[in-house]
C-alpha cells in the first residue's frame, strides 16, 4: 500500500469515527446540557433531579456494555454504530413531548443502549480493527469527535431553543443522527479476521501487530485493575464537571450566552488535547504522558474548587489539556496492553466501571451543590478522587510475559 493510501485509509476511518462521537457523545451527553436551565424553570425540578438521568444513563450504560461488547466481537461494529444512531434519532425525538421526570429518566435509559453499541468503545474498536499504521494518531483524530460534540451541538441547540423552543429544537436535532447512520453503511466496509484468539497465552497477531490477551488472561493481571479503578476516578470527575459546568457558570453569573460559548470553548481545548496526544504517544511512552496529564486535570479542579470568576478560564484550560490527553491515552494504552481480538468483552468490562464513575459524578456533584448551595464542596470533592486516581496510575504498565519475561505492550 502507498504511503498516500495508507493516509488516506487512517484519516477516513478516524474521521468516520469522529463524526460518529459528535452524535453519539454530543447529542446525549454534552449538548443536553444547554437545554437545562429551560427544563428547570418548565418542570421546577432541582439540579440533581434533573441530573439523576445523567446516573441512569452512564451506569445502565455500564452495566450493559460488556455484552454488547461480546456482540460487537461476534457479528461486527459496524451494525451496532448504525442500529445506536437510529436509536438515538427516535430518542430524541421523543425527549420533546416528556411531561415528568420519569419520561425523561425512561429516554436516557434508551441513551444507555444508544451510547453502549455506538459511544466510544465501538469506535475504538473500529479504528483499532483498520488502522495499523500511526494508530495512535488515528485513535485521537476518531476520539477528538466527543469533544467536537461539545463544541457544535450546544451551538446548534442553543439557537434552536432560542428560536423554536426545547420541544421542537429536539425534532430538529434527530434528523442528525439518520443522517450519519446513511453515511456510516455507505463508506465504512466490514472486516473479518482469519483467526481468533483460542487460548489464555499472551500472542503476538500479525494482522493488527498488537498483542492480543483473552477476556480472562486481562482480569488476572493487575494493570487490568488499576486502569478500571482509574477510571472510575476520572469519570467521575469529567462528568460531573462537564455535566454541570453550564449551571455553575450560570451560578457565577456568567450570561446564558456566555456560559454557552465558555462551554464550547472548553471542548475545542479539549479536542486540542486528544489530537495531539494521539500524535504525541506515536512518539513519547503513553504511560508517562498519562500522569503528566492527570496531575494537569487535577491542578485546573483545584481552580474551579475556588469558586471565583478570575479563575475559571485558567482552571478550564488546565482540565481541558488534561482531560483531553487522558482520555485519549486511557483508551489507547487499553489497546495497546489487551489488542482488538477480544477488545469488546475487555473493554466493555473496563467501561463498567467507567460508566459508573460517570453517572455518579453527574449526579453527585449536582446533589452535593443543592446540599450545601454551591458546586465549590462538590470540585474539593472531585479533587481528592483525581488524587487517588493519580497514585492507582504508577499500577498501569506494560504487563510482562511469565514466558518470556518481555514486555508485551
Not at 477528538?144 to 429544537?169: D, I, Y
Not at 489464555?200 to 487490568?224: H, M, R, W, Y
Not at 486528544?274 to 511512552?285: A, H
Amino acid at each position: 500500500m502507498s504511503e498516500k493510501q495508507s493516509f488516506a485509509t487512517l484519516f477516513g476511518i478516524a474521521i468516520l469515527g469522529t463524526i460518529t462521537l459528535i452524535v453519539t457523545n454530543g447529542m446525549t451527553i454534552s449538548g443536553i446540557t444547554v437545554f437545562d436551565e429551560a427544563l428547570l424553570n418548565s418542570f421546577g425540578w432541582s439540579k440533581s433531579e434533573l441530573k439523576f438521568r445523567g446516573l441512569i444513563n452512564l451506569v445502565a450504560s455500564s452495566l450493559i456494555v460488556p455484552f454488547v461488547g461480546a456482540i460487537i466481537d461476534k457479528y461486527g461494529v459496524k451494525k451496532m454504530i448504525v442500529i445506536g444512531l437510529i436509536l438515538i434519532s427516535g430518542l430524541l425525538f421523543s425527549y420533546s413531548f416528556i411531561q415528568a421526570t420519569w419520561q425523561m429518566y425512561a429516554i436516557h435509559l434508551g441513551f444507555a443502549f444508544a451510547v453502549s453499541g455506538a459511544g466510544t468503545m465501538a469506535i475504538i474498536i473500529m479504528v483499532s480493527q483498520r488502522v495499523t499504521s500511526k494508530r495512535g494518531t488515528a485513535i485521537g483524530i476518531a476520539l477528538a469527535g466527543t469533544s467536537l460534540g461539545g463544541m457544535l451541538v450546544p451551538q446548534l441547540g442553543s439557537p434552536l431553543l432560542e428560536n423554536f423552543g426545547w420541544r421542537s429544537a429536539f425534532q430538529y436535532e434527530a434528523i442528525i443522527p439518520i443522517l450519519i447512520a446513511i453515511i456510516i453503511l455507505i463508506f465504512l466496509k466490514p472486516i473479518k479476521y482469519k483467526k481468533k484468539v483460542t487460548s489464555e497465552k499472551i500472542v503476538k497477531d500479525e494482522e493488527t501487530g498488537l498483542t492480543e490477551l483473552t477476556v480472562q488472561s486481562a482480569v488476572k493481571s493487575p494493570v487490568f485493575w488499576a486502569i478500571c479503578f482509574t477510571g472510575i476516578f476520572c469519570f467521575y470527575s469529567i462528568l460531573g464537571i462537564i455535566d454541570n459546568l453550564f449551571l455553575y457558570l450560570r451560578e457565577l453569573n456568567f450570561s446564558t450566552k456566555e456560559a454557552t460559548n465558555a462551554f464550547s470553548i472548553f471542548f475545542f481545548i479539549m479536542l486540542v488535547a486528544k489530537l495531539s496526544s494521539g500524535v504525541i504517544t506515536d512518539f513519547i511512552n503513553e504511560h508517562k504522558l498519562f500522569k503528566i496529564q492527570l496531575a494537569l486535570m487535577t491542578i485546573g479542579v483545584v481552580g474551579l474548587a475556588m469558586h471565583t470568576t478570575t479563575l475559571v478560564w485558567p482552571a478550564l484550560i488546565a482540565i481541558g489539556l488534561g482531560w483531553g490527553g487522558l482520555y485519549t491515552l486511557l483508551n489507547y494504552i487499553i489497546i495497546t496492553t489487551f489488542g482488538v481480538k477480544s477488545a469488546g468483552k475487555i473493554g466493555g468490562i473496563i467501561s463498567f466501571f467507567e460508566g459508573v464513575g460517570s453517572g455518579l459524578g453527574m449526579w453527585l456533584t449536582a446533589v452535593i451543590a443543592d446540599k450545601t448551595g454551591s458546586y465549590s464542596t462538590s470540585f474539593w470533592f472531585i479533587v481528592v478522587l483525581l488524587c487517588i486516581a493519580f497514585a492507582i496510575s504508577f499500577f498501569i504498565k506494560p504487563i510482562v510475559s511469565k514466558e518470556s519475561n518481555e514486555e508485551v505492550s
